[in-house]
């Protein structure tokens, strides 16, 4: 029988293009979600947060770094947070949020 889902060590990244306290909130949200669900880090959960700064090349940076580390899921905070990650994977399921026209940003 397989182990609950809460059991199983889950990784998760998070990049935000800058640290802005609405931007802020969504990462902290995301935390308390998963929380809510069970996760917690250092116990099945492996949390990281990156912040590019404002420089689409860290963003960039940041998306391959979090692409190698073979996370679970990649949480992008901001269009071009989201635009680095999109790029970079097509594989490791990516979330965002904060993005005002996903279309035209093409995720």
Same mark, same amino acid.
């Given at each position: 029988?397989? @182990? ?6 889950? /990784? =998760? *990244?998070?990049? $935000?293009?800058? #640290?802005?306290? *609405?931007? %802020?909130?969504?990462? %902290? ?6 929380? $809510? #669900? +069970?996760? #917690?880090? +250092?116990? &099945?959960?492996?949390w990281? !947060?990156? /912040?590019a700064?404002? &420089?689409?090349?860290? @963003?960039?940076q ?5 692409? +190698?580390d ?10 071009? /947070?989201?635009? $680095?990650?999109a790029? *970079?994977?097509? %594989?490791?399921?990516? =979330? !965002? /949020?904060?993005?005002? %026209?996903?279309? *035209?940003?093409?995720?």
């Amino acid at each position: 029988m397989a @182990a609950p889902v809460h059991a199983q060590q889950k /990784s =998760v *990244a998070v990049t $935000a293009i800058v #640290e802005h306290p *609405a931007l %802020d909130a969504v990462r %902290d949200g995301v935390k308390e979600g998963l929380a $809510a #669900e +069970g996760f #917690e880090e +250092g116990r &099945n959960l492996q949390w990281q !947060y990156q /912040s590019a700064q404002g &420089n689409t090349g860290t @963003a960039a940076q940041i998306a391959r770094k979090f692409i +190698g580390d073979q996370v679970d899921v990649i949480v992008a905070i901001a269009t071009p /947070s989201a635009q $680095a990650v999109a790029a *970079a994977t097509r %594989d490791i399921p990516l =979330v !965002y /949020s904060a993005v005002t %026209d996903p279309v *035209a940003a093409k995720l």
